[in-house]
T-cell receptor, first 113, second 117 residues
């Protein structure tokens, strides 16, 4: 069965600083990987996704993520965070041919001035 | 991107009553819709998968008689929480896809906050 681990429950970053959110997955083959962002009381918005090909994926709002098969990781990065990036971030994994997504427990991002 | 609308955004109901939550795909036909439950400060837990015109597939541990799902059209799925109890209070989120493979992007509704008193 597929699973996702987000080791960091809460991260605090200064505005303008760089960000990296960690995601590790467990799956027997190459998975489909996603990062979603959730603002308080809202649904989820897709930031980026990886299906195949280039392991460095560009997303919306200046985010990128890199798929590293050897480390079973799909970490999310942003070179310079903005106060509006404060939210909950979820990593998710899907299996090819299976429509279900499995979500990690999320990382709450706080931005300080 | 495509829009999924969930209604209501929040609802308060008395214990023992039933509550219906609607999930609509506004500008695309949703082959598959998913219902999730999210507890405070926790992740999304998939409750069930529904395909238009067929019975929903429930995840292990989810009571199908308590959480009734209907996907009668390609743009509408409903979740009815029957005989609600305070422990059913939660944030319920739906998502919809146009295909049945996981490389089809899922679009999420804004969620429904259910409080049972």
């Amino acid at each position: 069965a597929q699973s996702v681990t987000q080791p960091d429950i809460h991260i605090t970053v200064s505005e303008g600083a760089s960000l990296e959110l960690r995601c590790n997955y467990s799956y027997g083959a190459t998975p489909y990987l996603f990062w979603y962002v959730q603002s308080p009381g809202q649904g989820l918005q897709l930031l980026l996704k990886y299906f195949s090909g280039d392991t460095l994926v560009q997303g919306i709002k200046g985010f990128e993520a890199e798929f590293k098969r050897s480390q079973s990781s799909f970490n999310l990065r942003k070179p310079s965070v903005h106060w509006s990036d404060a939210a909950e971030y979820f990593c998710a994994v899907g299996a090819p041919g299976n429509e279900k997504l499995t979500f990690g427990t999320g990382t709450r991002l706080t931005i300080i001035p | 991107g495509a829009v999924v609308s969930q209604h209501p955004s929040w609802v308060i109901c008395k214990s023992g009553t039933s509550v219906k939550i609607e999930c609509r795909s506004l500008d695309f036909q949703a082959t598959t819709m998913f219902w999730y439950r999210q507890f405070p400060k926790q992740s999304l837990m998939l409750m069930a998968t529904s395909n238009e015109g067929s019975k929903a597939t429930y995840e292990q541990g989810v009571e199908k008689d308590k959480f009734l799902i209907n996907h009668a059209s390609l743009t509408l799925s409903t979740l009815t929480v029957t005989s609600a109890h305070p422990e059913d209070s939660s944030f319920y989120i739906c998502s919809a896809t146009q295909g049945r493979a996981s490389n089809t992007e899922a679009f999420f509704g804004q969620g429904t906050r259910l409080t049972v008193v």
